[in-house]
């Protein structure tokens, strides 16, 4: 027994994940409903990265801010905004490009039956107001990442400051090396954490294929097909976009293809964020870069989701038997874009999208009650082409500020 618990500590964490995630295939086929028996297992998963979420960005983030000047810091935030807007408008694109090829949905018709209730948007307005909390409990007991990440940045701004007074330079060199301590704390815990990890995937996967069924998968394959197709034509832009600016995309896939399991499995960003912190300190990009870029990332840069609206989108249409104009295309992607920001950290957002974009566009909200048939199997992967975007995104926007870093020491690029 002590040797196969010591081959389990030992053995590569994603091939652990793996075998998890194809054993959690089968006992879902083979137990069907009964596989809900797991979910407990899965859960703890889900609070246990939760748990995690806010000493990590908190911490890191304390620590990272003290890793570089503001100035440095605000240009690469200006950096990380760009992307993230370019990123998800693209992503739309690509998914009506996929769509409209495909024709999803057109041979099918809505019975009448379909019945869905149109959930909350917050708007744009609401989602930047949260990002300064009234209150900081609050901000941490609701999981508000944004406003966890304006006071993580608040402080560590602060201590900087107090860093370079001569009258407070101890105080802050005393409460950097206290972030510091519990950042390692931290980390300590998350190596912890990741030996369970394999084990709650293997649970939601089973409960996840046991709860759809072969007839959900069978009934609406076309529309979940097209909507693969689209996000394997996404990560070959993005391995364009690496290699573009001379990053090695098997070294990044290494390191990213932990927490893009995870994120496929759990259907969290937020609660994979642990792994993606991982990921990202283990391909060297600047603690002082990912701290902020990937919390962030985790709350309003949805690629997956904004592919799912364009899918979905095109299918809503071609069921109704009215195809979109080329208007109507520029439409998704402006309305997407924004509403992938305005439906930041509400459970369930890919759904809240979708429900705007019908909404603006006319579209029936029957047909959203079909999809939310099959989100799990969508949610899957579009939560892993969400976190493998801010990943790609920080890590070349680390790339291009290394060489500028070198550029300016007259190091040859």
């Known amino acids: 027994m002590k040797k196969i618990i010591t081959g389990y500590l ?4 994603i091939l652990k994940i793996t075998i998890a995630l194809i054993l959690g295939i089968l006992a879902g086929f083979l137990l069907g409903d009964n596989a809900s028996v797991l979910a407990p297992f899965g859960d703890l998963l889900l609070r246990l990265l939760t748990f995690l979420i806010i000493p990590l960005i908190l911490f890191t983030l304390i620590v990272g801010v003290n890793q570089t000047n503001i100035s440095n810091l605000g240009r690469m935030g200006t950096k990380v905004f760009v992307y993230y807007t370019f990123s998800s408008a693209i992503a739309i694109g690509v998914g009506l490009a996929v769509a409209s090829l495909f024709h999803p949905g057109t041979a099918m018709k809505l019975t009448g039956n379909e019945t869905f209730e149109v959930p909350e948007n917050p708007g744009i307005v609401k989602v930047l107001l949260n990002i300064v909390p009234s209150n900081i409990v609050t901000a941490f007991s609701e999981m508000n990442l944004l406003g966890i990440i304006f006071t993580a940045l608040a402080f560590g701004i602060a201590i ?33 954490i990741l030996q369970y990890v394999p084990i709650g995937v293997f649970a939601i996967m089973a409960n996840t294929v046991g709860s759809q069924g072969i007839k959900t998968l069978v009934s609406l394959s076309g529309l979940i097909g097209v909507f693969y197709i689209a996000l394997l034509v996404h990560i070959v832009l993005y391995i364009l976009f690496m290699l573009l600016f001379r990053v090695n995309p098997l070294h990044f896939f290494k ?7 995870t994120a496929f499995v759990t259907q969290s960003s937020a609660g994979t964020l642990p792994l ?21 990332g985790a709350t309003v840069n949805m690629d997956g989701a904004a592919i799912r609206i364009a899918v979905s989108t095109v299918f809503a249409a071609n069921v109704t038997g009215h195809p979109l104009s080329l208007t109507d295309m520029l439409m998704v992607v402006l309305i997407g874009t924004l509403a992938s920001i305005g439906t930041a950290g509400v459970p369930g957002a890919g759904i809240v999208m979708i429900a705007t974009v019908f909404v603006q566009l006319g579209l029936p909200m029957e047909a959203v009650a079909l999809l939310t048939s099959i989100d799990a199997l969508i949610g899957m992967g579009a939560t892993a082409l969400n976190i493998t975007g801010d990943l790609v995104g920080t890590r070349v926007i680390d790339q291009h500020e290394k060489g500028r870093q070198r550029k300016s020491l007259g190091h040859p690029l």
């Open 255 to 261: 390191y990213a293809r932990t927490p893009m399991l």
């Open 160 to 192: 900087s400051a107090m860093r370079s007074t001569p009258k407070l330079s101890e105080y802050g060199e005393t409460l950097l090396k206290l972030f510091n301590a519990l950042n390692e704390a931290s980390m300590i815990i998350l190596k912890a």
């Open 10 to 13: 030992h053995a590569s964490l």
């Open 276 to 296: 993606t912190l991982n990921a990202a300190n283990h391909m060297g990009i600047s603690k002082s870069l990912y701290s902020f870029s990937l919390p962030l």
